[in-house]
């Protein structure tokens, strides 16, 4: 009878080993899966702005540019005094195309360049005023500092069409040639980029052309106009 009594016992707790339900040790153990369901990694990774990428990788390697800026003309030799000339002014539009990869600091581009100036002389007797337009084919070096700023040189050479304006008189008629000039400028400066695709731009240049020849008529004196330029000049680059 007595081993009946321990028996019986012993065998419903074997029976009871195994059945869901059973252990509370093992349900409480969590699992990986539920917790990772939970987490989304980007909700933890810090919102971080992007850089601003090297200025040449957006956009492509093609530019515009306008410029604007005051010009100084030197004195020229007159037919009886110096000729002397106001401040003027200078607009200019060109488009070039980096030939460089832009990995690296330098940069080096081909521009066509189209340069219009104006300058009216001051006090003079044989010459009212002198505008120029002059297309440019241009070299321009860019050396950049930062990711925003460079320092750019450049020269370029080009053909100059001139017109004088002259006054006349009872003793005098002069007229002037037109043109075409040989000219040449070369410019530096610095850019500031404030987005990857656009630029501004502060400089200076210097521009020659070729003396023209203002002849008078009436007794066939004349005397060669020089046409040198100082610019201060902005502008203002777009790429693509």
Do not use: C
């Amino acid at each position: 009878m007595l081993s009946i009594v321990i028996f019986v016992p012993a065998l419903l707790a074997t029976s009871t080993i195994g059945q869901p339900g059973a252990s509370t040790f093992t349900d409480a153990t969590p699992t990986a899966a539920p917790l990772a369901a939970f987490y989304e990694p980007a909700l933890y990774e810090p919102l971080v702005s992007p850089d601003y990428d090297d200025r040449r990788d957006e956009p492509g390697p093609w530019y515009l540019r306008v410029n604007a800026g005051g010009v100084t003309t030197t004195s020229s030799d007159g037919a009886s005094e110096d000729v002397d000339f106001d401040e003027g002014w200078l607009a200019a539009v060109a488009i070039g195309r980096r030939l460089t990869d832009g990995d690296g600091n330098f940069d080096f581009s081909l521009e066509l360049e189209g340069v219009f100036t104006q300058a009216d002389a001051d006090d003079s007797t044989e010459v009212d005023d002198v505008s120029t337009i002059a297309p440019y084919l241009n070299g321009v070096f860019d050396f950049r500092l930062s990711d925003r700023f460079a320092i750019y040189a450049g020269a370029g050479v080009g053909a100059a069409w001139l017109n004088v304006g002259t006054e006349t008189d009872t003793l005098s008629d002069f007229d002037s040639e037109d043109g075409a000039f040989f000219t040449w400028q070369a410019k530096a400066g610095v850019k500031w980029h404030f987005s990857p695709n656009m630029a501004l731009t502060a400089g200076y240049r210097f521009r020659n052309i070729d003396d023209a020849k203002i002849t008078n008529d009436i007794d066939n004196s004349s005397f060669d106009l020089s046409t040198e330029q100082h610019v201060i000049e902005l502008g203002l680059e777009f790429g693509f």
